[in-house]
């Protein structure tokens, strides 16, 4: 077992993500498998191959409700690859046929280290074969067709969503957040629309309550034993109740169309927040733009001289333009951001806390939680913490096998030498992020 759970899924999950879930685990050859939903705020999924388990936390992230900015292809496309992938854990899993545990002691590695390092591997692989539709059983339906571009859109992007209400500062964004709905307005002075649960028109309650149980203090709360229960993902629906997804960063820049107003995105849905001081030195050779260094005027990558560009203080910044690691200004498709232009000058992304367009409070993507570093303020702010080398090692190998499979490759290259290239370039933002953190070991 898995956890305290709640009744199944099909209680306390939403319709649509019900549907959706049938509709994977049929494509899959996997009908019999239940979806259930553990306990307590866990934000995760997981399985034991006969069944699937979520997280009570993440059950806001399958509601298209909480999704902002996106189009349809990417709302709730996240949640979507989660449940594919753990599916895809007892569909397509690597170890399947072998005998995983003494494949495992094979890998070069330290003992301890050897388990952790083979999950990763493992979910390397399982994400490929999710996000391309290769554990399908039939031929490629219409809605196999429509479920590989949202598993694959979900793969690619959920890593760039900026997440509010979540994490340490969560409560503290969902009061504030529930504060502004009241009085219509967000932070910014923009109308705010209402999207928490609507009941029943026959019941004659009001949209935020919820049914049953309206106001009997059991929403939040609901045991195994409780008749007639109020399903979870009410509890987990609009602003002030569950985390609020709000469009990557890069495709709010100027000139980008909000697909759910069909205008373009206003400032505030650009901003960053500098937390310090930052000096930012440019390599020539390497066209890279740096704030850590060895030693400082030095490229630690070419070790040539450096050039200062820039200076960045403590503030909230709107950002006007975004570049990936291989120097392309605004990308149409979702990636991996190297760098921001603020006021004409370029800084490393990983200096920066992304804003809620909302409440302006600190709302950082994923990506920017394992790669975003802070120097002097270490073990204060999320990227000065101590991350995991094997996180890391995921994320970088996940998008070295997308821009591998690319049409447009990557730093002009195709295939292979696309992936190994990328892989050259994220070296200066490993270096910086280890090092920023207290170096190897730390």
């Known amino acids: 077992m898995v956890g305290e759970i709640y009744r199944d899924g099909e209680i306390h999950l939403s319709p649509e993500i019900q549907d959706l879930y049938t509709g994977i685990r049929n494509l899959v050859g996997a009908p019999n498998v239940p979806l259930i939903l553990q306990k307590g705020s866990l934000h995760n999924a997981s399985t034991d191959g006969t069944k699937v388990y979520l997280g009570g936390g993440y059950v806001a992230l399958t509601l298209a409700g909480n999704y902002h900015g996106l189009d349809g292809d990417l709302v709730a496309a996240g949640a979507a690859f989660v449940i594919g992938h753990e599916l895809g854990h007892i569909t397509v899993h690597p170890g399947r046929g072998v005998s995983w545990s003494e494949e495992i002691q094979k890998l070069p590695i330290d003992a301890f280290e050897q388990m952790s390092m083979a999950n990763i591997i493992s979910d390397i692989m399982v994400n490929y074969m ?33 997440e509010a209400g979540g994490g340490q500062d969560g409560e503290a964004e969902r009061q504030m957040v529930a504060r502004l709905l009241s009085t219509g307005q967000n932070a910014f002075g923009q109308n705010m629309v209402d999207n928490r649960y609507i009941p029943p028109a026959s019941t004659g309650l009001s949209q935020g309550d919820y049914y049953p149980n309206a106001g009997t203090g059991r929403e939040q709360m609901v045991s195994e034993d409780t008749s007639n229960p109020t399903p979870l993902w009410q509890t987990k629906l609009g602003y002030g109740r569950g985390v609020q997804i709000y469009a990557p960063l890069q495709s709010c820049i100027p000139s980008k169309i909000n697909p759910e107003t069909g205008s373009q995105f206003p400032s505030n849905w650009r901003m960053v927040r500098i937390g310090e001081t930052h000096t930012v030195q440019y390599c020539t050779p ?66 920066c806390d992304f804003l809620s367009p909302d409440t302006g409070l600190v709302c950082n993507p994923n990506w920017a939680v394992h790669f975003g570093y802070r120097g002097e303020q270490s073990g204060t702010v999320f990227g000065g913490q101590r991350y995991t080398f094997g996180t890391r090692f995921l994320l970088l190998y996940e998008w070295a096998a997308n821009y591998a499979l690319w049409p447009i490759g990557y730093g002009g290259f195709k295939s292979r030498q696309a992936a190994t290239q990328f892989i050259k370039d994220m070296g200066y933002t490993l270096h910086a992020a280890t090092m920023e953190a207290g170096g190897v070991g730390a």
């Open 130 to 162: 999710v996000s391309r539709g290769q554990n399908y059983i039939e031929g490629n339906t219409e809605f196999g067709d429509e479920l590989k571009s949202k598993l694959e859109a979900g793969h690619e992007g959920s890593s760039f969503f900026r």
């Open 286 to 351: 390497c066209k890279s733009y740096q704030i850590y260094q060895d030693i400082t005027g030095q490229c630690p990558i070419c070790e040539r001289s450096t050039t200062t560009t820039s200076t960045f203080r403590p503030g909230d910044y709107e950002v006007t333009r975004t570049m990936t690691y291989d120097g392309r200004i605004n990308p149409e498709k979702i990636e991996p951001i190297a760098n921001l232009e603020i006021n004409g000058n370029w800084i490393p992304t990983a200096y």
